[in-house]
Structure formats: C-alpha cells, structure tokens
Nanobody, 121 residues
Framework: QVQLAESGGGLVQTGGSLRLSCAASGRTFSRHIMGWFRQAPGKEREFVAQ????????SYAGSATGRFTISRDNAKNTMYLQMNSLKPEDTAVYYC??????????????WGKGTLVTVSS
C-alpha cells in the first residue's frame, strides 16, 4: 500500500510561486494515478490536478490551468505541483492522493495529511 507525505507549503505573497512535493512509500507507486486536491477554510475538498502513472496524461481544474504544473518522478517516488501566479483564493490545505489505475480517488484513494498554502494579498 502507498503512503503519502506532502511538503513545501508555506506563506507566499500574491503572484509568488511554491512547489509542493509528495513523497510516496511503497513498491507500487509507479502504477498509481496521482493527484492533488485542496480544501479551503469552510469549503469542500476540490480537485486540482492529476497525472497518469507514466506522466503521459495530465488534467487540471480550471482554476489551475495555465498556472499550476503537475509532474512526477517515479524513480524518486515523488510527485510535484509547481504553482505560479498564486492568488489569495489559492489559500488552502493541499493534499496529494494516489489511486490504482482504473480506480477513483474518492473510492480507492490513499491520501496524505496535507500541507498548508497561504497566499497573502
């Protein structure tokens, strides 16, 4: 089973950048679809981006398109989220998730504990 740990969150000014990392343990990391989700205060968790096991397919929420880039390095068992042009509305706890190919994050996903991103105006 995959276990996940996020890092890289922090406080940044509007327009700044952060790179989040998600370190995974487990021998089947490379077979999992990986994703980033976030939950802002008082709101439900929402999808941000996901990446296929071979990095061949990525998808983004509309709010992330053009500003965020998801990537992974299977040799390092690590996934990344490069976030540029950050806005105050990006403030949230960011979670990484993994699910076996063909399964859904909500149904079969493994989740990290999250890392807080705060964007000041």
């Amino acid at each position: 089973q995959v276990q996940l740990a996020e890092s890289g969150g922090g406080l940044v000014q509007t327009g700044g950048s952060l790179r989040l990392s998600c370190a995974a343990s487990g021998r089947t990391f490379s077979r999992h679809i990986m994703g980033w989700f976030r939950q802002a205060p008082g709101k439900e968790r929402e999808f941000v981006a996901q990446i296929s096991w071979d990095s061949g397919t990525t998808s983004y929420a509309g709010s992330a398109t053009g500003r965020f880039t998801i990537s992974r390095d299977n040799a390092k068992n690590t996934m990344y989220l490069q976030m540029n042009s950050l806005k105050p509305e990006d403030t949230a706890v960011y979670y990484c998730a993994a699910t076996p190919a063909g399964s859904s994050f909500t149904g079969s996903g493994t989740w990290g504990k999250g890392t807080l991103v705060t964007v000041s105006s």
